[in-house]
């Protein structure tokens, strides 16, 4: 491939083109290269001349904000020293994927973490905001992380470089005349739209600006946290742990939105809950609910992030019936003592089991939140 011209990659193993591209963005040249929504044109944010190329191919305005293309999601929490749990898990649970992060900083600090970077302010932040993209597409993630520099891009068809989604056949020659060093063309995109943006604020919520490739319910859904407690006839102790863990969820002992459930690895669908586990329930406060009993099956396995058995014997029952869980699959007591069963005994006992577990089940949410 000759390196004086721009070169075209048809195919996503191409080594020596990804090596070209990445060696080209080091040396302050522009690179366009796809992503999974649309193609980008990318340049090393710490070249001026660079910057000031992609500005003006893509017609944005001097002082205007280029997104960052990180190679994931631990080099921006690092960079930009993240520890928000919310805003880490935004990231963790949405990138690499079709997402555009706008996050906001207070502005001496993000302006000492791009010098960092060893990126001038006002290349890719502005007004205390820094937009961050972190592909899925094999290609620019293989050229941004063998360039090793900060990259920014804009949208190729900014620069009237294809519709997007796709690039003219003639797109080399035609880079070749703005200037553009290297063109990994891939064909179509996968998705063919704009990424979706989420604001991460300074008072640690998010919103969500435009959309694209999601809307506001399934960044949702994709940021919540689905949390499976399990004994065995779903009538007593998990159905406590359920209300107990709804309980401090809603009086914040997370900041993450959390969704609890509970089951039986022996239970019969619709019995309710003892009476004496809900005189335990109301004695501490708790809504025990309107609970009916539910027989753990694979669908609920594979909803739940994490899953706690009350006790070892559950813990195994799980694991055997659904092996490949194993790996989300815990006992709710980390120094693996069992919670007895009360079924049968008198209140006192299911007192003694309301509080304990909501002991155990504190230790837990903030185990998560880290």
């Known amino acids: ?88 898990r935004l ?56 360039a090793g520099v900060p990259v920014i891009a804009g949208r190729a068809s900014a620069m009237g470089l294809g519709d997007g989604r796709s690039l003219p056949d003639n797109a080399s020659e035609r880079a070749a005349g703005m200037g553009i060093r290297s063109v990994l063309d891939d064909g179509p995109t996968r998705l063919g739209v704009p990424s979706t943006a989420v604001r991460l604020k300074l008072n640690g919520s998010y919103e969500i600006g435009s959309t694209g490739v999601y809307d506001a319910r399934a960044i949702s859904r994709m940021v919540e946290r689905r949390v499976l407690f399990v004994c065995t006839g779903n009538t007593c102790r998990s159905p406590m742990a359920e209300a107990i863990a709804r309980d401090l969820i809603a009086q914040g002992a997370t900041s993450i939105p959390t969704h609890v459930v509970s089951a039986g690895v022996m239970a019969s669908n619709g019995a309710p809950m003892t009476p004496q586990a809900r005189a335990a329930l109301e004695e501490m406060g708790v809504s025990p609910g309107a609970h009916r009993s539910r027989d753990l099956d694979q669908r609920m396995l594979a909803d739940a992030e994490v899953v706690y058995g009350l006790t070892t014997g559950h813990v195994q029952s799980i694991i055997e019936v659904a092996p490949r869980f194993a790996g989300k699959v815990f006992l709710l007591d980390p120094s693996g003592t069992d919670v007895p069963d009360p079924i049968g005994g008198p209140l006192e006992e299911y007192r003694v089991t309301a509080k304990r577990l909501r002991a155990l089940i504190e230790g837990r949410l903030k185990e998560l939140e880290g």
């Open 1 to 88: 491939m000759n390196q004086g011209q721009p070169s075209a990659a048809g195919a996503i193993g191409q080594e020596s083109a990804v090596a070209a591209a990445a060696a080209a963005l080091r040396a302050g040249q522009l690179v366009v290269f796809p992503t999974e929504t649309v193609y980008g044109v990318a340049a090393n944010a710490q070249a001026p001349q660079a910057v000031g190329q992609l500005l003006k191919l893509t017609g944005a305005a001097p002082g205007d904000p280029s997104t960052w293309h990180a190679p994931d999601s631990q080099t921006v929490l690092d960079a930009l020293g993240i520890k928000v749990p919310l805003h880490r």
């Open 91 to 146: 990231f963790k649970r949405l990138a690499p994927g079709p997402v555009r992060f706008i996050v906001e900083m207070v502005e001496a600090e993000l302006a000492q973490r791009l010098n960092g970077l060893g990126v001038s302010p006002g290349v890719m932040d502005r007004a205390g905001e820094v937009c961050v993209r972190i592909s899925n597409h094999p290609i620019a993630r293989a050229v941004i992380e063998r």
